[in-house]
């Protein structure tokens, strides 16, 4: 009896303690969880990159001579090399811009930055979706990005396509209609106006949008009201590459 009791008794204890040391090990990676969200959280605190802590007047005023640089050839030499370490521990972002998908206009490059210092977000005719938005949200909110970009650029096929869109009564392929549908409250706005079309509609279709992101609500908004952000449009020239602001 007392022998298989013994048995008995060992099997228990052999189960409890494997039980007791399970859940010895996942308390210890949860402490050890928590401890990395701690030193995670120290980490963040500090930004990746210190110069790009700015106010939005400093921001827009960097961006402009960046463009200066670019438009003048004399771009400076950005090493990713020795800011790789940082970077990858987070990002800090001086600016966001809206731009065109078109494969001629490079932010990165217009503004003469380094990896870090744009939060880029590219779809054709530059106008801001809920996907676009909710993406400029993040760069405000959690990035703490001052400034925001809305850049169009003459030639826009995009706008280009709308207008003829709108003009011959015919849907385009596919799923482009979409971007008619963005585009399209512009170029009816400036559909009576003198001049070019092209230019007046591109024009008009970064003004809307820079309206469009400022009011976005809670998030932009509020951000706007509180002068801790400021959204801007520009056209980028395609002949020398200079963007010129619009108010």
Known sequence: MCQTDCRHWRSRRGV???????????????AGAKEDKKENKKEDKAPPKPQNVLSPDAALERLLKGNTRYVDGVSLRHDFKHEREALAAGQNPYAAILGCADSRIAPEYAFDSGRGDLFVCRVAGNFAGDETIASMEYAVAVLGVPLLLVLGHDRCGAVDATIKSLKDDKALPGHMPS????????VKAV?????DILGNAIRQNVIDNVAKLASASPILSAAVEQKKLRVVGGIYRLTDGRVDLVT
């Open 179 to 186: 971007l008619v549908e963005a585009i399209a409250p512009s």
């Open 16 to 30: 409890v303690l494997g039980a007791a040391a399970t859940v010895g090990l996942l308390l210890g990676n949860t």
């Open 191 to 195: 559909s009576r106006q003198p001049g």
